[in-house]
């Protein structure tokens, strides 16, 4: 039985993680080490929360001493870290926490890993041999994308945000790991994620509950911003197949070749709720444009043939299939709002 630590695993892409990784991987426990900031909610582990492989323990990852103790206490010999500051908007009004979570954090997880499982560079320690750390990231890193063309692994780096530029900060200190000590790292960078238990600041649970309480639905700018949108299921089992099979130092996209504006996924959601939950209007009247976000990318899409033609993911699902069960997902949980 092997014990891999996961962070931030109360929150969105987390906590739909770790209910699929304990169902499939009965050789493994987990130990989640959560802050438990407002985006953190362990009622989204209700299911795992009685499981006795799963071990979950309320923490900062910047807490050095803390984290050398997890990796000590429970014998640590894998790491997959989500913990991350992630809304745009959040890091645009107060930059220094996702400066000191998702670069400080990052450097806390790794340089613990790499002394807990390494006598010295490039010579891992006896039993160790086979630990990594993968690192969750985003296709923000990139910047921004014109009418055509996609990220790739070789795009290089663009952040525009202070949230971005945090994860691209991050994303290289696991690069230097690898290339410095010989640490066995992997880093995912995926598209935009959507599904059940995400945090109703987001793009997505936001127009479901806006609708639901008949208040205006707030669209940013002139609503043509285009991301590729990703079902987070999916996204979790390309997590599951680069920790497992990626190559040691490499990158892997993971993108759902989903792209769909603002505008089209408000509409869309309007369009179901109201066959849904009829009224006598439609929906689409509460959409309301509002002024941009600062710095706003215009696009974002990625192409992940790589994971697809190296490790054979595909996602599974399409957004208007994908939308469909997040919205009853939603309605379970604020129906009655």
């Known amino acids: 039985m092997k014990t891999i630590l996961v962070t931030g695993c109360a929150g969105f892409i987390g906590s739909n993680f770790l209910p699929y990784f304990l169902k499939k991987y009965s050789n493994y426990k987990v130990v989640n080490l959560d802050l438990l900031t407002y985006a953190g909610d362990l009622n ?21 001493e803390l984290v050398e103790f997890i990796f000590s206490e429970y014998d640590i010999k894998g790491v997959i ?27 806390t997880l ?13 010579l891992y320690k006896k039993g160790y041999e086979n630990c990594r750390f993968h690192h969750i990231s985003t296709d923000e890193v990139y910047g921004t994308l014109g009418k055509t063309g996609f990220f790739t692994e070789k795009t290089p780096y663009a952040p525009n945000s202070p949230y971005s530029s945090s994860k691209a900060s991050s994303d290289m200190l696991i690069r230097a790991y690898k290339e410095t000590y010989g640490l066995n790292t992997v880093i995912t960078n995926c598209s935009n994620n959507y599904g059940p238990k995400q945090h109703e600041e987001k793009l997505i649970p936001t127009i479901i509950k806006k609708a639901l309480q008949n208040e205006a639905i707030p669209i940013y700018g002139d609503g043509q911003n285009i991301r590729d949108w990703l079902y987070v299921l999916d996204h979790c ?3 599951d197949l680069v920790y497992h099979t990626g190559k ?54 990625i192409d992940a043939t790589k994971i697809e033609n190296e490790l054979g993911w595909n996602a599974q699902e399409n957004f208007e299939s994908g939308i469909l069960k997040t919205i009853e ?8 709002l």
């Not at 989204?44 to 050095?64: M, Q, T, W």
């Not at 745009?88 to 000191?100: A, E, T």
Request: glycine share 6%.
């Open 248 to 301: 040691v130092g490499e990158t892997y996209n993971i993108g759902g070749r989903n792209e769909r504006d603002n505008l089209y996924i408000a509409n869309k959601i309007c369009e179901i709720l109201d066959i849904k939950i009829p009224q006598t209007r439609s929906y689409k009247k509460l959409i309301t444009f509002v002024e941009d976000r600062a710095g706003h990318d215009r696009r974002y899409a």
């Open 237 to 239: 089992k390309g997590i």
């Open 44 to 64: 989204n582990l209700s299911e795992i929360a009685y499981n006795k492989r799963y071990k979950f323990i309320k923490g900062n990852i910047c807490n050095r």
């Open 81 to 107: 870290h989500f913990a991350a500051e992630s809304h745009v908007d959040n890091s645009i009004k107060n930059p220094d926490i996702f400066i000191k979570t998702n670069i400080n954090g990052t450097f």
């Open 329 to 336: 997902w939603y309605l379970k949980k604020w129906r009655n």
């Open 110 to 122: 790794i340089d613990v890993a790499y002394k807990y499982w390494m006598a010295k560079p490039f």
